[in-house]
């Protein structure tokens, strides 16, 4: 539409916040504040919020789809972000009693971020995602929260180290020979992959022994803690930090790569900024160490596996990450696969609905984001969806099985190590 | 009574979609912009089709309390704010978009549709046809709007919201079901012509008459569009310049413009105390306004702006994205949003930090929009307040819109007093003119508005509700 669309492609065109994948058209004088504060700092900009209702939409994109899985399941105004920011600022305001409602609406919630994505008033774009979490936090202080599903987890963590109620025993049950020595590569599996989806972690240590990288696991890997972290029981996190920035160290390895979105947040952004927990070595997703290895010809992902897919950004992985190309580029490099994107990509991505411990405490809402994305990646006509964390794949698979929907679930390591073992075993055929 | 009545509720709609929850209810409460009074919602249901609406206003009647229309409490009067209690009906879940005629270009809505909603449904299946949509946020009611005389981005060609609408299906303070306009005697939603025109009982009314359940509204064919600003030193001259255009040019779509003072505000900006209070006075370019243009060809979109410029005579004449590539890199999305509304406007209501704002805005003659300025401006310069003005011009230029905006913190009660004191000042003041007539008023300025108008005029308004409610259970508190 001419001048139009010139127009609107300059205001698309935003630049990322630093340390997030959240993409801000960036505002004259915006107030800038501290990260990481109790909620009630953010008292005075949470009453900022009109409650317009724009965080119920994608901005000027995307033919304005809706966002927010918690809000369309539930519908009431209570569980968008507009409804967030001004029931907290009630609260703080003591024109509302702290009650075990205000916590479950606080709960009923995955955290991803797509609200705050679309809102454009600078204060709320920028930092509420610091308030959402602050919330939980006090919602716990004031004996209000977590819910027990989550108090129940937090539990086994402290006790197994992992959030599955398994033994820590059976944490490496799934890995036949354990890496011996030292490593360039630690993966740091996590908890999913160990427990729940071992084919992620079977993939990635045979894509890691494929590339003739040097690679280790830790000897003593404990849950991240962003399970507890993103339902603000946070006492207990620090610890796990600790302990495993010491077993990181402990291995001498140059990257430390994981292949869970929540992990990597974790090791990446949290521990550093959160806790002072900085480690030596560098970390990475596995889609950006496996994107390297293929680059440098380590890895030959040469079978065709003529699929059309479709990929779903884990939120942990895109919007608060900020990586958003890498498994893309990945899935470029797989020959035959032909990636057809859903309408709500990259900052845009409608959340699987399993993150924040909206699994375990809200299977309605988990189940309900988890079919909206299976409807959606129906609707580009593709036969597998791929997903770049563990969890999300989860949720997702157990929601096109639910659907009776004929989509295949699978994680981009496994993708690519079907095109890596089917070309290898093609070339020992010939 | 209220554990009854939410059972009765439930039983119509299903237990998930009512709650008296004070977690839930207390958003219903307030209009969060504004900071006008705070209502109360006793409860809030979200029906789903108009059967349902119909069995919630009958239980209303049933048990004499107030029933409240809602779709997201966003127009900046109170308007939706539940002012003496009772049940407040969110439609937000009736926002499917029923049909889409692309030969006589109309849309039917539901009563809850926003502006997301509609915009995105066109812009995916019918790309080729756009509807007139205001500078709201997303979130924001489409009927509610049309409802109360909005203005849109296509008001100079085509009107004001209410000339929109084709006609409704609305839920009657009692209960019955009615078709307005062409729907009422053929499945098409084309017209109000030419039958009795039984849309002006729902039309201005603030919510008062009826639940609207579904509109007709008009669509437009969605050409390729160029945006011109106008530039003039003060409002005066920019407002003669917009009246010669309007007079010798076709094809405009809208012409609108601000202030420097909000055209700071939209950009980004905020208040500070080295900004002029009366911009004109100390020499700072006044006026900015917008003219979009359509055309089918580039043949023909040079010959018409070509018109405009002639036209335009002393104006300065610039496009868009050259005016915006004056202003630092970060003030220019909001500029650049502006041809694609619905729009995000965070800092008209976030000017002097606090999300506050309220307008006293009016329909008036071409002849007193620059006076109605000057008024605004030096009331609040009294009040040391910054007057953020914006204007349109309407349906071809035989009318006007003109809105001053103040900002405030809505969370600092002194300041949200000094900022209604202005506003009331300024309001009386404007309202001298003779022909001012304020739209979406707060409470405070509804009485003022109907001043002047014959005391037979007022009974008929007054007679007209009683019959459409004689058990004065809708919306008691908002319109007349």
Redesign the interface.
Known sequence: MGARSRLLAKLKAGEDIPGTGITLRRAPEQLELERRRPLSYYRRVLYFCGKCGQCRYVYQDAYWSRVCPSGELRKFEAYYLGGKNLLLWGLLSGKLEWTSKAAEILYHCTLCGNCVQQCQLPEIHNYALEWLHAARVEVVNRGLGPMPEHRRFGEWVRREHNPYMEPHSARLSWLGEKPKGKGEVTYFVGCTSSYRELEVAKAVVSLLKSSGVKFTLLEDEWCCGSPLYWTGQVDVVEELARHNARELEKTEAAVAVTSCAGCYRMLKQIYPEVYGVELSMEVLHISELLLKLVREGALQPERELSWAVTYHDPCHLGRHTGVYEAPRQLIGSIRGLELREMLRNRRNAWCCGAGAGVKSAFKQLASYAASERIREAEETGAQVLLTACPFCEMNLREAAEKAGSKIRVLDITQALSYSIKASRSEASQH | MWLEVRRELERVVGS??V?S????T???H?D??TAEEPGVCDI?V?PGSTREVQEVVRLANKWRIPVVPWV???NIGGLATPRRGGIVV?L??MNRILEVNEDDMYAVVEGGT????L???L??HHPDLRPGVPWA????GVVPCYLCYGFTDLSFMAGTGADFLNGLEVVLPTGEVVRTGSCMCTSYWHSRAPLPDLTGLFVGWDGATGIVTKAGVKLWP??????LILLADTVRDGVEAFKRVARKCTGILDMCFVNYTWLMSL????EKEEDPLDPEEAGVQDFYGLIAVAASSERE?EAKKEAIEEAAGTGVLA???AVMELF???????G??L??P?I?F??C??YS???GGEWVGCYLSSRHVASYYRIAVSVAKKYGRHAQMYGRVMSGGHHWIARVNISFN??DPSDIEAARRCLMEIDEKVRQLPSVVRYKAPSWAKERNFSRASPDSLELIKRVRRLLDPNGVMNPGHGL
């Open positions: 998930e979609y709650s929850d004070p977690e839930v207390f958003l219903y307030w969060f912009v809030v979200m997201s409490g966003v969110d937000r879940r926003t502006w997301g909603d915009k995105g449904h812009e995916r946020p997303a979130g924001a969605n050409l390729p569009t160029e945006y950009l980004g900006y905020h979109m496009d868009l994205e630092p890199e970060e003030a220019r999305p909001q650049y949003a041809v694609n619905p995000h965070y800092n209501w976030n930090y606090g999300g809505k969370d």
